[in-house]
């Protein structure tokens, strides 16, 4: 019978069946991070040891300083990072710490050393797992008592997703990114429209996509409710694999490839929903509201919550307009930001901060702006093509890598007040801070809005 | 963990849609270890803009089961979102929609996560407004929901409720399935032996 993608990785990972006709689906990889302290406690607690510590990596980058990190003062911060240090130590987990420039966000450094691959299963306790799925792997965030699940067992009781495929026809135009689609696409079908699937993204757009602007895509899945996200692997997938450190290599390296070129989806496969998105039709996008789904082209206007014909949506965006201090009807573009923050496990990467940087060189910052490499080695590679040169010469602030202020947790934070034009992924209410005022959009669309001071459409800054 | 077989108390009403997580606890919260009570910083930044929020009403009080509204619980995977609204003595959640992780995180802290068509839990949250305190049945083990204003059945993924009633601890279960795993690793060993390597340290 036909299979989609999902299946095959599906089928290849059930071990059993439980109660309730549920599958107990092997865990192949597992990525953890420095907010992992309480499954680890919990194992500790049930006396139980770590089944496969060979098949685990960790890193600290939710809570890590992006500066001074040698020497973290913050006692809270230290805690959290040394506590990760300690837990992979006594478990003998492959750790990436401090001073390693292969420290960075989980899921950068997953990818960036081969760790994810095409076909495995893949968890971390953190919801934008769903990125992993760029590289045609089965991956999704779980949450404190699975970490601990898979911790001890390297298994996880799962019940299959439906299936949800969006077509992504026709070609972007001009200053319009892969984060782009991902927004149009979860202000289509919504915050949950994808609530209970795993969503394939296929066709052309998807295909000639590079590897790490399909992972902007599957990050986002999360935000459009879907727990993963996922891309059949081709030669784009293989060509960036080959070589990483923990990717096959030798006569190991051609087994693999055929493994990984059965995967894709089988022609009739069926699926239980299908979507199609025209790129050609996009232009850059940003958000007005407090979810991801309240996206809207540059072009565009902030929407009228008393057209909704949903009263209780309708309410919701009146809300979220209060607290985002805008009016029904006000033009998206010029909106004045007060903050720029390009980085998180969505667009962190060196394609985006060249992206960035290409539209920042020669201008200067108007409102304070930082640029966090999702990896020490992302950052080494920027510095190496001289892009810290052009956004410090601009008057950006160039940090090590970390979530930052994606989330804030490690301190980096957005005013109460604020308004923050972000390449992250969550406008929700609070993200970024307390009472902070989040934007997002692509790493083109950010820089702009730094160089000009508000929220601006790049394609009138870079003729490309 | 502790079983979960029926509850009949008083609801709550959320009438928001698409609360996140962060929503739930705010990140800024979330390095505290668990013994600090996360119930403390429930809704936090909600209730401080908010004195009349829902939760702090008088009348809404002793409430045990929350009814909210579609998408509740989406956003970060952060388990402290089910620790928080349990430890305020929430016991059972109610909504048209939940977020796929914090659903999944609902039954593993022994909390049904109970999905009802949309109209029907706009009703019930209708009913909780004009009747404040009302109470509501659930009876997990007949997949019903008990109110004022009838009866409604629900499904459920059998191993949760299983899991539930029961209140089976996951990880024993897992590991009476020994042998599957142990037969999985060995042809994962044979068939893809650079997946289970750690050479580079
Ligand atoms: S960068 Fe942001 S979204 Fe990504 S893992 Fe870190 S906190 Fe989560």
């Excluded at chain 1, 970490?147 to 200053?175: E, I, M, Y």
């Excluded at chain 1, 940087?357 to 108007?366: I, T």
């Excluded at chain 2, 009302?134 to 019903?144: K, R």
Aim: net charge neutral; charged share 25%.
């Amino acid at each position: 019978m036909a299979r989609t993608l999902y299946e095959k990785v599906w089928d290849a990972h059930a071990v059993a069946t439980g109660p309730g006709g549920r599958t107990l689906l092997y865990i192949d990889r597992h990525m953890l991070h420095d907010g992992s302290f309480h499954a680890f406690e919990a194992l500790r607690r049930s006396g139980r040891k770590v089944r496969r510590p060979d098949a685990a990596f960790a890193t600290p980058d939710h809570y890590i300083p992006t500066r001074g990190r040698e020497n973290i003062t913050h006692p809270e911060l230290r805690d959290k990072v040394e506590a990760l240090a300690a837990n992979a130590a006594g478990t003998r987990i492959t750790f990436f710490g401090v001073g390693d420039d292969r420290q960075g966000i989980v899921h950068v450094i997953g990818p960036e050393q081969g760790i994810t691959q095409p076909g495995i299963t893949l968890v971390c306790g953190d919801s934008h797992t769903s990125t992993h799925g760029a590289l045609g792997a089965l991956a999704f965030g779980i949450g404190a008592s699975e970490v601990a699940h898979v911790l001890a067992t390297q298994s996880l009781w799962q019940s299959k997703a439906r299936t949800f495929r969006v077509n992504v026809t026709g070609r972007l135009g001009p200053g319009v990114h892969s984060k782009d689609i991902i927004l149009a696409l979860i202000q289509r079908i919504g915050a949950f429209g994808g609530t209970g699937h795993a969503i394939e993204f296929a066709g052309l757009a998807i295909a000639s996509l590079s590897m790490e602007a399909r992972m902007t895509i599957c990050n986002m899945a999360i935000e459009a409710g879907a727990r993963s996200g996922m891309i059949a692997p081709d030669d784009t997938t293989f060509e960036y694999l080959a070589g990483r450190p923990y990717s096959p290599s030798g006569a190991d390296w051609e087994r693999a490839i055929a493994r990984w070129r059965a995967l894709p989806t089988d022609a009739g496969a069926r699926f239980d929903r299908e979507v199609d998105l025209d790129a050609a039709a996009l232009e850059p996008m940003a958000t007005w509201g407090t979810s991801p789904e309240h996206g809207v082209g540059i072009g565009g206007l902030v929407p009228d919550p008393a057209r909704q014909p949903d009263a209780a949506r309708g309410a919701s965006m009146e809300k979220a307009l209060r607290y985002m201090g805008l009016a029904a009807g006000q033009a998206m573009e010029g909106i004045p930001i007060d903050r720029v923050f390009i980085g998180s496990c969505t667009n962190s990467r060196i394609e985006d901060l060249r992206a960035a940087a290409a539209v920042v060189r020669g201008r200067k910052a108007l409102v304070p702006s930082m640029v966090v490499p999702g990896s020490g080695l992302v950052k080494r590679a920027a510095e190496a093509e001289g892009l810290d040169r052009v956004f410090t010469e601009a008057g950006f602030d160039w940090r090590e890598a970390g979530c930052s202020m994606c989330v804030g947790m490690n301190g980096d934070l957005v005013g109460d007040g604020e308004r923050c034009a972000s390449t992250s992924n969550r406008n929700f209410e609070g993200r970024q801070g307390k009472g902070a005022r989040t934007h997002l959009m692509s790493p083109a669309m950010a820089a702009a809005a730094a160089v000009t001071g508000k929220i601006t459409d790049v394609r009138k800054l870079v003729r490309e | 963990m502790e079983p979960f077989v029926t509850l009949t108390a008083p609801a709550v009403p959320l009438d928001i849609v698409n609360v996140d997580t962060d929503r739930i606890v705010p990140a800024r919260f979330l390095r505290q270890p668990r013994s600090a009570g996360y119930e403390n910083f429930l809704f936090h930044d909600l209730r401080e803009a908010d004195p009349g929020f829902v939760l702090d009403r008088p009348e809404h009080r002793g409430a045990r089961i929350l009814v909210a509204a579609e998408n509740f619980g989406c956003g970060s995977s952060r388990e402290a979102a089910v620790w928080a609204l349990a430890g305020s003595g929430l016991r059972a959640w109610i909504a048209p929609s939940f977020g796929d992780i914090f659903l999944e995180n609902s039954f593993k802290n022994g909390v049904p996560a109970i999905v009802l068509p949309l109209e029907r839990v706009a009703a019930i949250r209708a009913h909780l407004r004009h009747a404040p305190g009302s109470e509501i049945t659930i009876d997990l083990p007949a997949q019903e929901v008990l109110w004022a204003g009838g009866r409604e059945r629900f499904e459920v993924d059998p191993f949760r409720k299983e899991c539930l009633v029961a209140g089976i601890d996951e990880i024993d279960l897992t590991l009476r399935h020994e042998a599957a795993l142990s037969e999985y690793e060995r042809r994962q060993r044979a068939e893809t032996p650079w997946l289970g390597h750690s050479r580079i340290l």
